[in-house]
């Protein structure tokens, strides 16, 4: 549990303290962890011969999410976690869709769907989305994503025979790649297994045996051991409530918000910046000397500490629900694994009611 792996209470240098030790730990090979093997050679694939898929890999667009962390501010900040760049995300879904052998259009969709994110991943949600407090099921980054691929990447695709429209993720065909909750897809399995490696709250045995049971039939992923099937899912439990929705990281984000909407106000940073990469920005806050954008850097390290504004707001911040219930094939039929795993439908819908209900921030979204 994020929350309690890192205490509610924990200082600042208690956070540099863990962060020497998980540092330590990885590379003294704990036994039956991720230090097992890289977690990027799980989604090792074949390009073989390839010229189009390696094009697009080396283009700018898809170099430039080597420096872009899944993890956003965190990365940076607090815990400061193990990195888990967008890259690798990418080339972990890429792997998945050859390995159910999808089409061409819906591999190179894949590789690219995440080409459009801002730095810092999800930052553009909190920077241009109209109301964050009641989260849009669709990001900043997919509102924007097909018009990012023409504007950056529309003449290399265009070398290559690709329309930007026959590559749209949410086009409905590509049913690999995008699934709507709860069932998964290549998107949702890759950075949940691989979230749950880095977090190292499942081993890289663990890992393998997820992939390797992974089925894709009939449009639908599926499992065959319900046993794999809830350590799958229950990551994505966890992650809703004690990483991707906790109120520690959304904090953390709305700080960083704050630095970067006034680093844009001083002209230190543009919005075109925005879609550069973290370091770059980063750079440029840690450089400034302006109180605004040193106080809201330093609240991103004390991220759990209630800051008493009187600018502030008290607002009600409801996380998007991202539990997955796979489908596993029991009998010969399709069930949801909450229809045969009464724990596990218990810790699913308990997280969900938590999301719906929300939680208050203290903070201001001016």
């Given at each position: 549990?994020v929350?309690?792996?890192?205490?509610?209470?924990?200082?600042?240098?208690?956070?540099?303290?863990l962060s020497?030790?998980?540092?330590?730990?990885?590379?003294?090979?704990?036994?039956d962890t991720?230090?097992?093997?890289?977690?990027?050679?799980?989604?090792?694939?074949v390009?073989e011969?390839d010229?189009?898929?390696?094009?697009?890999?080396?283009?700018?667009?898809?170099?430039r999410l080597?420096?872009?962390?899944?993890?956003?501010p965190?990365?940076?900040?607090?815990?400061?976690?193990p990195?888990f760049?967008?890259?690798?995300?990418?080339?972990?879904?890429?792997?998945?869709?050859?390995?159910?052998g999808?089409?061409?259009?819906?591999?190179?969709?894949?590789?690219?769907?995440?080409?459009?994110?801002?730095?810092?991943?999800?930052?553009?949600?909190?920077?241009?989305?109209?109301?964050?407090?009641?989260y849009t099921?669709k990001?900043?980054?997919?509102?924007?994503?097909?018009?990012?691929?023409?504007?950056?990447a529309?003449?290399?695709?265009?070398?290559?025979?690709?329309?930007?429209?026959?590559?749209d993720?949410d086009?409905?065909?590509?049913?690999?790649?995008?699934?709507?909750?709860?069932?998964?897809?290549?998107?949702r399995?890759?950075y949940?297994?691989?979230?749950?490696l880095?977090?190292r709250?499942?081993?890289?045995?663990?890992?393998?045996?997820?992939?390797?049971?992974?089925?894709?039939?009939?449009?639908?992923?599926?499992?065959?051991?319900?046993a794999?099937?809830k350590?799958f899912?229950t990551?994505s439990?966890?992650?809703?409530?004690?990483?991707?929705?906790?109120?520690?990281n959304v904090?953390?984000?709305i700080?960083m918000?704050?630095a970067?909407?006034?680093a844009?106000?001083?002209?230190?940073?543009t919005?075109?910046?925005?879609?550069?990469t973290?370091?770059?920005?980063?750079?440029?806050?840690?450089?400034?000397?302006?109180?605004?954008?040193?106080?809201?850097?330093?609240?991103?390290?004390k991220?759990?500490?209630?800051v008493?504004?009187p600018?502030?707001?008290?607002?009600?911040?409801?996380?998007k629900?991202r539990g997955?219930d796979?489908?596993?094939?029991?009998?010969?039929?399709?069930?949801r694994?909450?229809?045969?795993?009464?724990?596990?439908?218990?810790?699913?819908?308990?997280?969900?009611?938590?999301?719906k209900?929300g939680?208050t921030?203290?903070?201001?979204y001016?």
């Amino acid at each position: 549990m994020v929350g309690s792996l890192f205490s509610r209470k924990i200082t600042y240098f208690g956070a540099v303290i863990l962060s020497i030790f998980a540092l330590w730990a990885i590379k003294n090979c704990i036994k039956d962890t991720i230090v097992e093997g890289d977690p990027n050679s799980i989604w090792v694939t074949v390009l073989e011969d390839d010229a189009v898929l390696k094009e697009i890999i080396n283009s700018d667009v898809m170099q430039r999410l080597k420096k872009i962390d899944q993890s956003g501010p965190p990365r940076y900040f607090g815990p400061k976690l193990p990195a888990f760049s967008r890259f690798d995300h990418s080339i972990g879904v890429l792997a998945l869709l050859r390995k159910t052998g999808a089409s061409r259009l819906e591999q190179i969709s894949g590789l690219l769907h995440d080409a459009s994110h801002t730095a810092f991943s999800h930052i553009g949600d909190y920077l241009f989305a109209k109301k964050v407090m009641n989260y849009t099921e669709k990001s900043y980054q997919d509102s924007t994503h097909l018009t990012f691929l023409k504007n950056k990447a529309g003449t290399l695709l265009k070398k290559l025979g690709i329309r930007v429209e026959d590559i749209d993720p949410d086009c409905g065909e590509f049913t690999r790649l995008e699934q709507p909750l709860p069932d998964m897809c290549a998107d949702r399995i890759q950075y949940n297994i691989h979230t749950g490696l880095v977090f190292r709250f499942i081993s890289y045995r663990e890992a393998r045996d997820i992939v390797d049971d992974l089925q894709f039939k009939d449009g639908k992923w599926l499992f065959t051991n319900p046993a794999i099937a809830k350590k799958f899912a229950t990551l994505s439990v966890r992650f809703t409530q004690e990483f991707w929705g906790a109120k520690w990281n959304v904090m953390m984000n709305i700080h960083m918000k704050n630095a970067v909407k006034r680093a844009i106000k001083l002209g230190l940073i543009t919005e075109e910046d925005i879609y550069s990469t973290d370091d770059l920005i980063l750079d440029k806050l840690l450089g400034s000397d302006d109180e605004i954008i040193k106080l809201n850097l330093a609240r991103c390290d004390k991220h759990e500490e209630e800051v008493d504004d009187p600018s502030f707001i008290t607002e009600v911040f409801r996380p998007k629900f991202r539990g997955i219930d796979p489908l596993v094939l029991t009998d010969g039929k399709l069930v949801r694994l909450s229809e045969i795993d009464s724990e596990f439908k218990e810790y699913y819908e308990s997280v969900k009611k938590w999301c719906k209900k929300g939680y208050t921030i203290r903070s201001s979204y001016s």
